[in-house]
């Protein structure tokens, strides 16, 4: 099945960046659309980015449009997540989800079918 491992998290200033990768194995990863979500302590899951598997259709959360850009390299089978502009309520656990494509609904957590274990981003001086 689809393995997906998220690194890159860390303590970054406020206005710091930070760039997520999300790795595959057992399936190439252009086959799925990918999401990016996030989780903070007593907050709901919310979607982050969608990135369609043919790498043609981007989609942002109001909240980090202009700030977060979702890309996907093929060749290494990994998407990724670069974040600039970091804010403190950017806190949270991030993690990425495979499904079959991100459509209208790409922000509900039910559209993906695997998942990554997470990973800790802090935004704080």
């Known amino acids: 099945q689809l393995q997906l491992v998220e690194s890159g998290g860390g303590l970054v200033q406020p206005g710091g960046s930070l760039s997520l990768s999300c790795a595959a194995s057992g399936f190439p990863l252009n086959w799925y659309a990918v999401g990016w979500f996030r989780q903070a302590p007593g907050k709901e899951r919310e979607g982050v980015s969608c990135?369609?598997?043919?790498?043609?259709?981007?989609h942002y959360a109001d909240s980090v449009k202009g700030r977060f850009t979702i890309s996907r390299d093929n060749a290494n089978n990994t998407v990724y997540l670069q974040m600039n502009s970091l804010k403190p309520e950017d806190t949270a656990v991030y993690y990425c989800?495979?499904?079959?494509?991100?459509?209208?609904?790409?922000?509900?957590?039910?559209?993906?079918?695997?998942w990554g274990q997470g990973t800790q981003v802090t935004v704080s001086s």
């Open positions: 989800a495979a499904g079959a494509h991100c459509g209208y609904t790409w922000y509900f957590s039910e559209r993906y079918d695997y």
């Open positions: 990135l369609s598997s043919g790498g043609d259709s981007r």
